[in-house]
Nanobody
Framework: QVQLVESGGGLVQAGGSLRLSCAAS????????MGWFRQAPGKEREFVAASTWSGASTVYADSVKGRFTISRDNVKNMVYLQMNSLKPEDTAVYYC?????????????????WGQGTQVTVSS
């Protein structure tokens, strides 16, 4: 069994920053891809960023490239999403996910485990 718990969401003004955290527990993640997705009201859950557990490979959605950074702490089993220069269109519930693959995965249905989500609201 895998447990993922996100934290760090909140309300921020446009141009501001937030750092999301995801705590993973329950089994070994040494070979798994970790990713962040988001879902805005009335929209599908979309890919944001992903990293191999080693951190050697990362991928970002075009909409966040250059503004968001995914990172991880293997000792603590934590994954982070640093979000800078936030825009109102970044407003969504952000989810942490685990894909049981060594290589980067960016498709929602390749992720087997999800956290409960954390709300990010960016005001204009």
């Amino acid at each position: 069994q895998v447990q993922l718990v996100e934290s760090g969401g909140g309300l921020v003004q446009a141009g501001g920053s937030l750092r999301l955290s995801c705590a993973a527990s329950g089994r070994t993640f040494s070979t798994y891809t970790m990713g962040w997705f988001r879902q805005a009201p009335g929209k599908e859950r979309e890919f944001v960023a992903a990293s191999t557990w080693s951190g050697a490979s990362t991928v970002y959605a075009d909409s966040v490239k250059g503004r968001f950074t995914i990172s991880r702490d293997n000792v603590k089993n934590m994954v982070y999403l640093q979000m800078n220069s936030l825009k109102p269109e970044d407003t969504a519930v952000y989810y942490c996910g685990v894909a049981p693959y060594r290589n980067i995965r960016t498709t929602r249905n390749e992720y087997s485990y999800w956290g409960q989500g954390t709300q990010v609201t960016v005001s204009s």
